[in-house]
């Protein structure tokens, strides 16, 4: 009989033949190896996972139903708090979050909450009825006030679903031509398919919520302007797309992609099904990707799969301080990335054609902690060389997207351009328009951004009602 200390783990792929397709990695439990994972959740009385999940999920209720066999009832408690489990299940990172507090974790491995989670997700989305790819008759509403949401990434999703439930008439507003934010340009298929992502969106219209494409706030209408039509207030959710660059010499070389452009062209024009899809992107034979969080590894193993030979990650830190997921970076490792780890990128090296060639950098070793907490990269003197590569992926991180911000008058900014909001209520310092998400935070985790959603539909009711009694 397994220890109860130990978890299931969920097979995947093999490395060797997932290197060569966009089939999603990890292949999620079977039904009785879920049922043996949930039969380790000890109940205890504290309940501490839930304090953990930023949506406030009833974890440990859910996880009693999956034991029984009941999992459409599982799927919907967990849609009690959460309108995109599913995409939760995947790309959370349970291990700091909900599994972090659960008490098996202080004598053995925690409950794998999130493999659980995108278990009961899945197994509604295969066995449950209800067709929700298309909206049908809205819910009765209620309240019946408009609310408009302005990106559709997982803050704009959660927060247009919330004031759905609430009665609400929300219209959500996405600048590209299809919703999803940094879910669907920012996540490669292998980690977050997009048949998943489509579904869950199309739960989120069910509730009755409108979706208009194409929709550039700012541009086709201004704040005011969806103030004249009829909206009584505006969340502000369209995340962090300004990507950071290193500042050396040689960036503007060709061959030099951004994370955000290489994996928002992969993702979105397609190149993931190639050759049916002619995508405008090129890899070449040695890739360099700058960073060592989640998108450097999404970035990293999205080149491997678009054929390139040797793909490296370059990292001015050690192991121990690198951001991205244990899971990611371990998935990494066994799909051949290379760890060119204290090291840190001094210029980008070019051909006669204005291509890159090569990269050349320094070797670091870590000094006394720094404003992070984390241990302060030092260059060793003269210890630079150079890589030979062809293409240089930067994932260093990305900052609020001015583009809106700038167009709301006298809209409260932080230093880095970020949205100035209340915490307890997503209100920004004008009244009734509202924020949440990276475009407050920076860049952050997809449940965060669900989390300030959540808090922002809820500052949006009270304000709403408190309006109506004045």
């Known amino acids: 009989m397994p220890s109860r200390l130990v978890r299931n783990p969920m097979p995947k792929q093999d490395p060797q033949e997932r290197i060569r397709n966009f089939s999603e990695v990890a292949l999620g439990y079977p039904e009785e190896l879920a049922r043996q994972e949930a039969a380790r959740c000890i109940k205890c009385p504290k309940r501490p996972c839930v304090s953990g999940c930023p949506v406030g999920v009833d974890i440990p209720d859910f996880i009693e139903l999956v034991t029984k066999g009941k999992y459409l009832e599982a799927a919907q408690k967990i849609k009690e708090k959460n309108s995109l489990p599913a995409i939760c299940g995947r790309v959370c990172p349970q291990e700091t979050q909900c599994e972090i507090q659960c008490t098996l974790g202080k004598r053995g491995e925690p409950v794998a909450i999130g493999a659980l989670e995108r278990f009961v997700a899945d197994y509604e989305r295969a066995h449950d009825d209800r067709d929700h790819t298309v909206s049908g008759d809205p819910p009765d509403l209620p309240n019946g006030e408009m609310v408009a949401v302005v990106g559709s990434g997982p803050a704009g999703l959660t927060c247009a679903a919330d004031l759905a439930k609430l009665g609400y008439r929300v219209t959500l507003f996405e600048s590209l031509h299809a919703p999803g934010g940094v879910l669907r340009y920012g996540i490669p298929e292998f980690r977050l398919p997009k048949a998943i992502l489509d579904e869950e969106i199309s739960y989120v219209k069910s509730l009755g919520v409108e979706i208009r494409l194409n929709a550039l706030i700012g ?33 503007n070389l060709s061959g030099v992609y951004s994370a955000n452009e290489f994996l928002t062209r992969s993702n979105l024009m397609k190149a993931y099904l190639f050759p049916e899809y002619a995508t405008p992107i090129k890899v070449g034979r040695r890739v360099a990707v700058v960073g060592a969080g989640n998108v450097a590894m999404d970035s990293a193993r999205t080149a491997l799969r678009l054929g390139a030979e040797e793909v490296t990650i370059v990292y001015r830190r050690s192991r121990k301080e690198m951001p991205a997921r244990h899971e990611e970076i371990i998935n990494a490792e066994e799909e051949g990335v290379k760890f060119a780890l204290l090291t840190n990128p001094i210029r980008v090296i070019g051909n006669e054609k204005k291509w890159v060639s090569g990269l050349e950098c320094i070797k670091m070793e870590l000094g006394e902690p720094d404003e992070s907490g984390r241990r302060r990269p030092v260059p060793v003197p003269g210890s630079e060389f150079v890589m030979e590569i062809d293409t240089m992926i930067s994932a260093i991180g990305t900052d609020p997207n001015p583009l809106l911000p700038k167009l709301i008058p006298g809209l409260k900014v932080g230093r880095h351009g970020n949205i100035e909001v209340d915490p307890e209520t997503g209100m920004t310092n004008i009244s009734g328009i509202f924020a949440g998400g990276d475009i407050v935070t920076g860049s952050a985790t997809v449940i965060a951004a669900m989390g300030a959603g959540k808090v922002a539909a809820r500052g949006i009711d009270r304000y709403l009602r408190g309006s109506k009694e004045q």
């Open 219 to 251: 541009q086709i209408y201004s704040i005011d302007d969806l103030f004249k039509m009829g909206y009584k207030a505006i969340f502000i959710g369209v995340g962090a797309g300004l990507p950071h660059f290193l500042g050396i010499p040689g960036e």
